[in-house]
């Protein structure tokens, strides 16, 4: 028989990870224009397919010239 922790069986290791999880989902979404602050759409021409960590590209660039990160920050915008 298993023992029961003292907060009972709902604090387990499990649950404390996922709500750590989810907890910087949260943050990451709430600061996601301070923390890119640029437009995702905005093309640089000169800078088409730059590899990662480019000068000013930290993900690197697509074929139209849009930055990867900034794109990938502002799907994790929350609707508020």
């Known amino acids: ?8 069986t709902f604090f387990t ?3 404390a990870v996922t709500g750590i999880f989810l907890a910087v989902i949260v943050f990451v979404s ?3 224009s301070v923390i890119a602050p640029y437009d995702p759409l905005a093309t ?6 730059a590899p990662a960590f480019s000068e000013g ?3 690197g660039t697509d074929g139209l010239g849009r930055d990867l990160f900034q ?3 502002a799907v994790q915008e929350l609707p508020f």
């Open 1 to 8: 028989m298993k023992k029961k922790n003292k907060a009972g």
């Open 13 to 15: 290791p499990v649950v």
């Open 30 to 32: 709430l600061f996601a």
């Open 44 to 49: 640089d021409v000169n800078a088409i397919y």
């Open 57 to 59: 590209h930290i993900f």
């Open 71 to 73: 794109g990938s920050y």
